[in-house]
């Protein structure tokens, strides 16, 4: 047996590897939420960390692990490769080990219960944003589906992770044609897996299929129009510029330069400049919360945090240092609320969405009683009226137990 691996866990070691995947022992195994693949996938938990494990061929796996660390290095939003397994006994096949993205789920668990429009909306938004920051890095996707994704909560959105990329490739620079034709094969792929929904009857009667795919393309090219268009401006330069990149950094994308193109012409030498904003990456509320709390969340969830922070900052006069400001919120605020749920509720949320959503349960609770209720009392009504009941993340996402 050989394995190739940047950093292996030794536990990984003692797994079946002479068995096939298909023969694997239960007691080896961890029962999660699996999307539809081509191969044989079995999950698998060493030491309180659970990893996938698919059986493919070689140069496949080869392939594949290469990409995802090489979106790993860029900060993409994809699972993370950990190891390949080859030269199994028996001829057994070769097989790729990720490790699992904690708290997401595959869409079809999303629909185990028939999703209301509104939450499919949030999830084709996830997926748009997701091939956009993919293209922005130069990734040819090839196989961008519902299927190749998984999708975790982000305050009141979702967040879309890539999950295969056996088929991918990264270039320097995506091409239009390259983009339009990712575009066309994700459009297929999704009309084929909303049919198969409809089929199930697990997708909404007011839903259609056809829609589904084309509003995807929809919203990826207005996304990737907002990030890209050349802008001309013909005064108050500095303001416009200004302008357009905090619109580009509330969309949670971080502007790396700005390239101007000057004329001037017209009988009053008028200006003109045409600008176009070099967007690098999104995560430009997820980095400012890394780096003034060491807290890593989703950029919805993270750009909740800040405000709260910025808000917290606002109220205490005498913290002027933004850095002073952040220790002591995450000392004073983020982390008592953490604290305060029992550890049997503790696999219900994560922590950044459960700060965001008794944030949000305070917000209600003072709206009825008119007046602002506290942290303290909205944490307990929280868990006493909320968390309890709601299913653990890695039962079922997406579905809201009170509708």
């Known amino acids: 047996m050989r394995i190739t691996s940047a950093l292996i866990d030794p536990a990984l070691i003692d797994l079946p ?37 698919k059986e493919t061929r070689e140069r ?29 006994v028996g001829d057994l096949e070769p097989v790729l080990i990720t490790r699992h993205l904690q708290f997401s789920l ?23 944003a997701l091939l956009v920051r993919l293209h922005l890095l130069g990734f040819f996707w090839g196989d961008c589906s519902l299927s190749n994704t998984l999708f975790r909560r982000d305050a009141g959105a979702f967040a879309a992770y890539l999950v295969d990329a ?24 999704i009309f084929g897996e909303a049919l198969d929904l409809q089929a199930a009857g697990l997708l909404h009667e007011s839903v259609d299929p056809e829609l589904v795919s084309d509003e995807v393309v929809r919203r990826y090219d207005a996304l990737w129009h907002e990030l890209t268009f050349e802008q001309t401006v013909e005064s108050d330069t500095r303001r416009q510029i200004d302008k357009r990149i905090r619109r580009l950094n509330e969309l949670g994308y971080c502007v790396e330069e700005v390239s101007m193109s000057i004329v001037e012409d017209g009988p009053g030498g008028q200006r003109r400049v045409t600008l176009r904003p070099k967007v690098v990456d999104a995560g430009h509320h997820t980095r400012r919360l890394l780096r003034l709390t060491g807290l890593d969340a989703e950029e919805n969830q993270a750009r909740a945090l800040l405000n709260d922070l910025d808000a917290y900052r606002a109220e205490s006069d005498e913290v002027h240092d933004e850095a002073q400001a952040a220790h002591r919120w995450l000392t004073e605020v983020f982390e008592p609320v953490i604290r305060a749920v029992p550890p049997h509720l503790r696999g219900k949320l994560e922590p950044p969405e459960l700060f965001v959503q008794v944030i949000e349960h305070r917000y209600a609770l003072s709206e009825r009683a008119g007046r602002d209720v506290g942290l303290a009392p909205a944490v307990q009504s929280f868990l006493s009226d909320v968390l309890v009941h709601r299913p653990d993340e890695q039962a079922i996402l997406g579905f809201d137990p009170d509708s």
């Open 166 to 189: 056996e088929t991918g490739a990264l270039h320097p620079r995506l091409s239009e044609g390259q983009r339009g034709e990712d575009l066309e094969i994700a459009r297929v792929n």
């Open 17 to 53: 590897w002479s068995v096939p995947l298909e023969e694997w022992p239960a007691d080896q195994l961890v029962a999660l939420p699996q999307g539809i693949s081509r191969h044989v996938v079995r999950f698998v938990r060493l030491a309180g960390t659970v990893y996938a494990v």
């Open 106 to 128: 595959p869409y079809r668990a999303l629909f185990s219960h028939t999703l209301r429009p509104q939450t499919l909306d949030r999830l084709l938004d996830a997926l748009a």
């Open 60 to 88: 496949i796996a080869e392939r594949e692990y290469d990409l995802l660390r090489a979106l790993e290095r860029l900060g993409a939003p994809a699972v993370e490769a950990v190891a390949i397994v080859a030269d199994r």
